[in-house]
């Protein structure tokens, strides 16, 4: 004999006992979920005690009761036990979502996004590769009186985003990966020599975790964050060297600031022109990228001495936002290691070049990584002060 249902009295209905989620559907919710709260991220699986305490919440309540949270959203009944209505919560997000004073905040479209925002995360993360972490490296220091900062979390998002990786914190009691900062150095225009020698130091004793990390295996993958005065940024870059995969980063602005390459925009080429002869093979390099260098500007005695050369992007006038899309980064960086290399054959006694950079964060990077070290020329890199070019650190010095 078949048991009746037992009936449930509301206030302007009289029901069936809610009917049972269908098993397929509770596999999938799991699955799709993680096993964790779609709106906290809580672990609902394997706590203390061998029992799940994940609780499947309805998006549309499961009748059109008055009581019924959201039931009176147009969702057919028989659509409404199904895995696209249901969200896996703990049990306090269930509570929170049905409490009668919060139905104006927990919307229907509200918990659609939340479900839909976790679901695609959880999706992303078990879809990640072997070997999918980058160890996170940030320097961060001041640029003209003015400091620029990278979370943790913005971090994690531009990896994950950009590489498909976990970003990876190492070597810091707050877990926040590996830091050089620079914020505490005063204006070099203060001490000169005084501030590019010591930010050398501190980039140096910033590196050691990551050059044992690398040694022992541990550290596969990098991602740089940075943020200087651009003679440190190629020490940086020369210090990194090009034995790790690597990807670099740097902060974009515009009408939402961002450290995302942006694949929107126009991928800029670049080309060098010879400005001036000279008999010696002693080379001065003018990079005019984010902004122009007027070789006027540049030390008589570079001038007198030296062949002169300029980097300029074709086409387009040097502005700050000339590396927006990773496809320029890496074209600039072609265009200069083919420089250095075309020179062993034109200038085959050249000892070093002078370089006069106003490029963005990832050529100055890109201007010290990959370096020959038993072939190439060192590199004196050179910075302005006042309305004079001073020379400020030298890399790949033999």
Sequence with gaps: MAKKNKKIEVDNHIVETRPAIKEPDKVRLWVRSGGRCAICNKYLLDLNYDVSIGEMAHIVGWSKADKSPRGDAEL???ARNTVNNLMLLCADHHKIIDTKELLEEFTLERLMQHKADHE???????DLQIDSESVVLRMLGGIRGATV???????????????????MFIDSFDKHGIEIDLKALPE????????????????????????????????RHLSVFAMSRIPLLVYLGYQLDDKIPTSLYQKHRGDQETW???????????????LKENASDKIALILSLSGSINPSELPEKILESCNLYEMVPVGTTPNRDI????????NFSKTYHGFLSQLEVSHKSCKQINLFPAVPVTA???????????????????????????????????
Aim: hydrophobic share 35%; charged share 30%.
């Design 76 to 78: 057919a009944l028989d």
């Design 188 to 219: 070099p225009e203060e001490n000169w020599e005084g501030y590019w020698s010591i930010g050398q130091g501190i980039i140096d004793r910033s590196l050691n975790p990551l050059i044992e990390g690398v040694v022992k295996g541990q550290v």
């Design 120 to 126: 695609k995360r959880i999706h992303h993360l078990t």
């Design 149 to 167: 900062e990278v979370s943790k979390e913005n971090a994690r998002n531009v990896i994950f985003n950009s590489e498909r990786k976990f970003a």
């Design 323 to 330: 590396l927006r899309s990773k496809a320029s980064y890496e």
């Design 364 to 398: 100055a990077l890109a201007c010290g990584r990959g370096l020959m070290r038993d072939a190439q020329p060192a590199i004196i890199v050179y910075d302005r002060s006042g309305t004079i070019y001073k020379p400020a650190l030298t890399v790949n010095a033999k």
């Design 260 to 274: 995302m390459w942006s694949e929107e925009t126009k991928t800029e080429t670049f080309e060098v022109f010879k």
